[in-house]
């Protein structure tokens, strides 16, 4: 059996599957909860109720529309690329998910006589496992407006490629502040690190990089230019309908997901609890979801706040203020741990 | 021909910032903003939530139109005189006038409107037929959900419009 990095923690393979399938389920069953919430939330901060119509509070919203995504004829354009045109949106969805495994929802615990931990898989080298699926994604996002062959996908596609790989270097550099803090790669070791103190104290500049550059890196208002419905239709998902939007769709949720787990298990300290309040291990993985709903509600905040950025402001203020600033951090943070 | 220092307009900016003042004050109109959106959560909706709630309507609201008849005598008010139809300009009434039979009257005056349709369809709602009648015979009513699906459907006859209207909206009360 190829090795593809160390694991820190490893259990037998049945639990792993088991662990696999429950983290999919929960995710997968909690995200048309959150289109439904971004939603009603929106609609909140516009002054109206957002979906109530189907089912008690909107919440069966989700479910007439994945019927009638689902009914939808797979249509492709005459110009498209066909077997890229399919394998996008796969890709998109596949990388999306890929990185939940990584996500730390609590401590090791024993759950009928098994020692399990409470997360997919702990590696010695988490956040550039987490990078790496981001880095396959923009495969996903970039093939998806290519093959399309159509104009506003391409364009799209062309915003995407530029954006996130400008805004994944101050995402990263943003991280390796906690990483030299905490001295391990693994996400698990680094929210052990935090049961002291959580990193958004002394990493509090390496925060607001981190979330600046992933509110680019989920192509999420103020930075959605890579979909800008008022300019690009649709972006790179112009020409996707029926399920091929909806694996598009859940991606850019997923990935929102992930981000906030991340800013959670490096910043927020993860599964613990603040001053020092010790929870049971079964309450870990509500903590961790508590914390990431704080940010996702901030993502959606943020979406009813900020306008879209113009591109040439997107670029500049990524690699002359953002970058500059996570180098900064990053060096200030180097030579308090060296002295 | 262009004359640079005429056709040009020079455009004033204020004194260049330096960054740091910039990212400070994009930094606190952000944090303006999101104290914006947030009070709008706080307020609360304002959304009529329409087919259980609806908008009242003011008195003199011109919905769909509705004949009268005299309450003591039960007779119609309209005589059949055409001046709604002149007046109209859709051109969406019908008048048909015939004489009254004295033993079965119909109308209270001379004649009778032996045909009264309403195209609503075509109707803009102007009020004219109103203005118009030397009767008061038809004033409009409050009633605004008139849809339907076929346009032959819209057309509403003397017996339509003669019918106690349902009171599907809400008056809007005095002060409201």
Known sequence: MIAFADVNFYESWWVQIIKAIVIFAVIFGILPVLTVYERKLLGRFQHRYGPNRVGPYGLLQPMAEIVKFARKEASRPTTSVGWLFRLAPALAILTAVGALALIPWGGVTTIFGQRVGLYGIDVSIGPLYVFALGGISFYGIMLGGWASGSKYSFLGAMRAAAQLISYEVSQGLALVGVIMTSGTLSLVGIVHAQQGMWYIVPQFAGFLIFMCASFAETNRAPFDLVEADAELVAGYFTEYGGTGFVAFLFSEYVNMMVVSAIAVTMFLGGWTLPFGIVSPVWCDPIVVFAKMMIFITFFIWIRATLPRLRYDQLMSFGWKVLLPLATLNLLVTAIVVAS | ?176
């Open chain 2, 1 to 176: 021909m262009s004359v640079p220092e005429l056709d040009v307009i020079q455009v004033v900016r204020g004194p260049s910032r330096s960054p740091a003042a910039g990212a400070y004050r994009t930094f606190g109109e952000t944090l303006r903003g999101l104290k914006t959106t947030f009070a709008r959560v706080v307020e609360g909706t304002h959304t009529i939530q329409y087919p259980e709630e609806k908008t009242p309507v003011y008195p003199r609201f011109r919905g769909r139109h509705k004949l009268h008849k005299f309450e003591d005598t039960g007779l119609e008010k309209c005589v059949g005189c055409s001046l709604c139809a002149a007046a109209c300009p859709a051109d969406c009434i019908r008048v048909v006038a015939a004489e009254n039979d004295p033993e079965d009257r119909v109308s209270a005056g001379e004649r009778y409107a032996a045909v009264y349709e309403i195209n609503l369809s075509r109707c803009i709602f102007c009020g004219y037929c109103e203005v118009a009648c030397p009767f008061d015979a038809i004033t409009m009513g409050h009633d605004y959900e008139m849809s339907d699906y076929t346009r032959s459907d819209l057309i509403f006859t003397k017996e339509m419009l003669l019918a106690e209207p349902l009171e599907r909206t809400p008056l809007r009360r005095e002060g409201e």
